[in-house]
C-alpha cells in the first residue's frame, strides 16, 4: 500500500495553522535546542537485524499499561496549553485517545477538567508536580483520583522550567487566553511560595504521593540507571525515561542512547516507558526491543489536534497503529510484548 501519509508534513501544517508564539512554545526547547534537535536522530540511528521464517500471520499490538488494556503501546504524553491548539483542547485529545483505545495522560496545567477528560470514557493518568508546601497540590490530586485517574505520573525533570528564548516577540503567555491552563487547580492557586514545584523532591515523596492518592506512581524525567532503581526503592510502579522533550536541561541526554540502561536495572521488576523525539512506529519498535512497554508520544499528537482536531489525533493513531503491524510482521515479530532485544544491531 501506498499514498499520502497524515503523519507527512504534519508539523509545517501544524506551525502554521498556529499564532507564531504557540507554534514557537510548541516546537522549541530549552537553550540552544541540543537535547530537543537529537532526540529523534537518535532513534533514526538505529537499524534492525529482522527475523525471518516465523509465522506472523497474526499480530498482537494489544498489551497493558499499569492493568490498562490499550490497542497499541502508543499513549499521549502530558502536555499543556492543548487549548491552545483548538478550542476543545484534551478534551479532542481524550476523545481522539479513546477512539483508538490508547491511554492519555493529563497534564496539571490542563486546560479542560479532568472531569470532563474523564466524561469520555478514555483510559487515563494524571500527571503532577509536587509542590514546595506538600499540602499545596493535595486538591489537584483528590480531584484526579475522584474524576477517576488510575495512575499519577510524577514529573521530577523539573525543580525549575528550563529557559526558553523568545527573542523579541510575544511569548505564549502574552498570547495566552484565559482558561488555557490550570483548570483543576483551586481559585488562587500560584499564588503563595508554597505553591510552587518542589525543589527538595526526594524518594521519599513518591511514597508520600502513593499514600496519598492509593494510586501507582510512574516517575517521569529519569535517564539514568541509579535515579531509576531510587525510584523503584521508593515504591515507584513504573519509571518513565524522558528528558521533558529537551525542554529541560538541554545537553540532556537523548532517551534512545539510554533506555536500554534503565530497562536492564528495573526491567524485571516495574514497567519501563519512553518518550522523546518519537515519530514513527519504527522509532516505537527499537522502544520495545529495548525493554520500553509504553511509547508516549509528545509534540505529534499536538501537532495532529493543531492540525485537524479530533479527527487528526485519530488518523495519527490509526497511521501509527498500520505502520506497527507492518514494522512487526516484517521484522518477524508476532507481540509487541515480545520483541526481542537483538532485534537492534548493536
Ligand atoms: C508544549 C509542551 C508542553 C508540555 N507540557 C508538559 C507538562 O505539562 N508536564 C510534563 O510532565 N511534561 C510536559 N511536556 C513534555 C512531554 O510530556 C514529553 O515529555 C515530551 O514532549 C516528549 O518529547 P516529544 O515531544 O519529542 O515526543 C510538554 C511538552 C510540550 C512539547
Given at each position: ?12 501544517r ?11 512554545y ?69 476523545r ?9 495522560v ?8 479532568v ?29 484526579a483520583?475522584?474524576?477517576?485517574a ?15 528564548y ?40 513518591v ?9 501507582p ?5 529519569v535517564?539514568?540507571?541509579d535515579?531509576?532503581?531510587r525510584?523503584?526503592?521508593?515504591g ?9 522533550g529537551?525542554?529541560?536541561l ?10 536500554a ?16 523525539g ?33 479527527e ?6 490509526e497511521e ?11 521484522a ?15
Open positions: 500500500m501506498s499514498g499520502e501519509r497524515f503523519l507527512d508534513g504534519l508539523p509545517q501544524a506551525l502554521e495553522a498556529l499564532p507564531e508564539p504557540v507554534g514557537r510548541l516546537r522549541q526547547g530549552s537553550r540552544d535546542g541540543t537535547s530537543a534537535g537529537e532526540a529523534t536522530p537518535a532513534w533514526d540511528r538505529l537499524r534492525f537485524l529482522p527475523r525471518v521464517l516465523r509465522d506472523v500471520t497474526d499480530v498482537r499490538t494489544v498489551t497493558t499499561l499499569l492493568g490498562t488494556p490499550v490497542r497499541t503501546p502508543f499513549a499521549v504524553a502530558p502536555s499543556t496549553m492543548q487549548r491552545a491548539l483548538h478550542p476543545d483542547g484534551e478534551v479532542a485529545m481524550a481522539a485517545a479513546a477512539a483508538a483505545g490508547a491511554l492519555l493529563v497534564s496539571s496545567n490542563a486546560g479542560s477538567t472531569e470532563d477528560v474523564a466524561s469520555t470514557g478514555v483510559g487515563w493518568w494524571l500527571q503532577a508536580y509536587v509542590t514546595a508546601e506538600r499540602r499545596a497540590c493535595l486538591p489537584l490530586l483528590r480531584r483520583v475522584d474524576a477517576g488510575s495512575a499519577v505520573v510524577l514529573t521530577v525533570d523539573t525543580p525549575v522550567v528550563g529557559t526558553k523568545d527573542g523579541a516577540g510575544d511569548t505564549v503567555w502574552d498570547v495566552a487566553e484565559e482558561g488555557w491552563v490550570r483548570a483543576n487547580f483551586p481559585a488562587g492557586h500560584g499564588a503563595s511560595p508554597g505553591d510552587a514545584k518542589a525543589t527538595d523532591l526526594g524518594p521519599q515523596d511514597d508520600w504521593l502513593a499514600r496519598s492518592t492509593g494510586l506512581i510512574v516517575v517521569k524525567g535517564l539514568r540507571a535515579d531509576a532503581r525510584c523503584v526503592d521508593a515507584a510502579a513504573a519509571v518513565y525515561v524522558s528528558n521533558h529537551g525542554r529541560q538541554d545537553y540532556a541526554a537523548a532517551t534512545a542512547d539510554v533506555l540502561g534503565v530497562v536492564a536495572e528495573v526491567g524485571s521488576s516495574v514497567e519501563v516507558y519512553v518518550d522523546g518519537v515519530r514513527s512506529a519504527r522509532h516505537a519498535v527499537s522502544a520495545l526491543s529495548m525493554g520500553a512497554r509504553g511509547v508516549f508520544l509528545g509534540r505529534l499528537p499536538l501537532y495532529a489536534l493543531a492540525d485537524r482536531g479530533e487528526g489525533v485519530r488518523l495519527l493513531f501509527l497503529e498500520t505502520e506497527l503491524v507492518e514494522a512487526l510482521r516484517l518477524g515479530c508476532r507481540s509487541v510484548d515480545a520483541v526481542p532485544a537483538d532485534l537492534l544491531v548493536r
